[in-house]
Structure formats: C-alpha cells, structure tokens
C-alpha cells in the first residue's frame, strides 16, 4: 500500500560511499509504507534542512517499492545542494522529497543506446534492471575523463553486463567515438544521453536525422556573467537592478519579491514567468522556441539589454 500524498517525508536508511566525490543515499518511509512509483529516468527534488531545493535522478529499480536510491556527487564550487548533503545529512536524518516525475523516460518497445557523461549515468541506473530483465536490446556507453573518475564502473561490471555497457575515457582512451554510435543504431533503435551540456550539444549535433529517436537529459545549467541591468516588474512598476555577479532570480528575492524555484539551473521551469519587453537572453535548457516567445526563466536567463520587463 503507498500513501496517497503530494510530497513524501522519507528517511535516510543507508548512505553508500561509492568513492571520495560520490556517494548514494537510500531513503524510505519512517513508517514501512511503499514509495509512490516511479519508472526508468524519473527524479525527485529534495528538499534540504537548509531550505535548498535540489533534483536529483532516481537510481535504484522501479521494481522495488518501498527505496528510492540517489546519487549525490560533491560540487564544492556548485550552489551548496551537494555539499550538504555530503557534510550535513547522515543516516537517521528525515528528508522531504516531492513524487518523482520523468521527463527523460526510457521506452521499452525498441533497441536502446544509453550515452552517459560522468554522474549522468544516474538516469540509466534505473533503466538497466528492467532492462536486462526484459531481454531487450541495450547497449551503455559510460563517458569520464579517467578510469578514477568512473566512480560506477565496479557497480557496472558487477551487474554482469558484459558487452552490452562499454567505457570510454577522455584523457587517457579508448574515447568515445560519437559517429560510430549513431552510424551503428537500427533503424529503430532509439538514443538516450545524459551528461554535461558539453556533451550532448556535439550529440546533437551530429544527431539531426534521428528526430524523435534522441533523448537528451541536461543536468543544469550556471548563470552567464551578463552587465548590469534593470528588470521592471510590470504590475507594481518596481525596478529591481541586477548586479553582473547576480542572476535575476537572486535580485528578485533581494528585493521581496514572491519568486517560487526548484533546481535553479534551468530544468525544471517552477520560476518561469512571462516576458514582456526587452531582449532576454535565454539558458534554460527545456523549453521550446515559441515558448521563448512568452516566458523566461529567472533562475539562469539574462538580458541582452539595459533593461527587461517581466509581467509580475
């Protein structure tokens, strides 16, 4: 039976420390209920002690109910989310998390190949068991800088994948050899990448005659330094100026200003809002071109002019 509820108090049973940057956390219910579902390539946020919000893939198997499995890799120059939970968070401690959502689903009617980029093998975790279980054609093309770096590469060789998961290093070899994947899929075969943006823009690049048969999942992404400028917040007439070392969500919230966020690395959109003059630079990483047109997203986006007009 699984509790019938928007948001999931659950406690951290177990913490794994895979290597010195990454480790996995287990989280359950305190009372023993079963998790909300998920599927292969779903997330949750977490929501910290420290009031922080942050998204992180679900890495265990969907078939086992009552764990939710994620992996945390340290950040010390990120925004502080990894670093708790590294430094502050240990077994016992009891975390909100939200229903998993998937917008990197995992399809099971076609041949998959899976490229991974460092910690973007956590969506494909979760993928693999069912997988494998399946029978289903798969191959995993696991991406680091150095064998070192592969913090799963021992959690994939013991899962007795054999040739269907090959790794590939970028400093020491083989390296990935990006054509060669995309040359060898079927004509059904579907493309899963999960990695730094780095990454999947050349993935992309080279992928334009797959249409529908890629799937790319971006981790985030870091404000740009933009000059300062103004934002005019329509409704009120308010002018809240923003500093080259701020974004324009953390000027909003200096000034008062009511702003919901999530992952604030451009993902998940909970603080778009509606553009209505000016020239907006655009960093998410989701949303289409005509949703462009409309909305931007305050927690990564800039202005491309001296001053911008949101609709708040």
């Known amino acids: ?61 969907p078939a086992r109910g009552d764990t939710y499995t994620i992996a945390v890799q340290r950040q010390d120059d990120g925004r502080g989310g990894s670093r708790e939970l590294h430094d502050n968070v240990i077994a016992g401690d009891e975390l909100l998390v939200s229903l ?11 041949p998959v190949t899976m490229v991974a980029g460092g ?24 991406c680091a800088r150095t064998v070192e770096r592969a913090s799963f590469m021992p959690m994939l060789k013991e899962m ?22 995309i040359s060898d899929l079927t004509e059904d075969g579907h493309l899963y990448c999960c990695g730094p943006t780095r990454m999947l823009d050349a993935v992309e690049l080279k992928s334009d005659d797959l249409g529908a048969r890629l799937h790319v999942e971006h981790f985030g992404v870091a404000a740009g330094a933009d ?33 919901p966020a999530s992952c604030e690395g451009g ?3 909970e603080c778009r809002c509606r553009w209505l003059d000016g020239t907006p630079i655009h960093r998410e ?11 931007i997203t305050p927690c990564v986006s800039g202005s ?9």
């Open 1 to 61: 039976m699984v509790k019938s509820i928007h948001r999931v108090t659950t406690r951290v049973m177990r913490i794994d420390q895979i290597d010195a940057r990454v480790r996995l956390l287990h989280l359950q219910d305190p009372d023993g209920w079963d998790l909300p579902p998920f599927t292969a390539g779903a997330h949750i946020d977490i929501h910290l002690p420290s009031g922080l919000i942050r998204q992180y893939s679900l890495s265990g198997d």
């Open 100 to 110: 998993p959502r998937n917008t990197f689903p995992i399809g099971k009617d076609a």
């Open 119 to 142: 910690i973007g093998i956590t969506p494909f975790l979760s993928a693999l068991p069912s997988l494998m279980a399946s029978g289903q054609t798969f191959t995993l093309h696991y």
């Open 160 to 181: 007795g994948l054999g040739d269907r998961v090959q790794f590939h290093f970028s400093e020491t070899g083989p390296r990935l050899d990006l054509e060669r994947v």
């Open 227 to 259: 000059p300062a400028y103004e934002v005019l917040l329509a409704r009120s007439g308010q002018v809240v100026p923003v500093a080259p070392e701020q974004t324009m969500l953390q000027a909003l919230r200096a000034a008062d200003v009511d702003m």
């Open 267 to 269: 993902v998940c959109l």
């Open 285 to 295: 990483l989701t949303m289409t071109l005509s949703d462009r047109d409309e909305w």
């Open 304 to 312: 491309a002019g001296p001053r911008l007009t949101l609709d708040l």
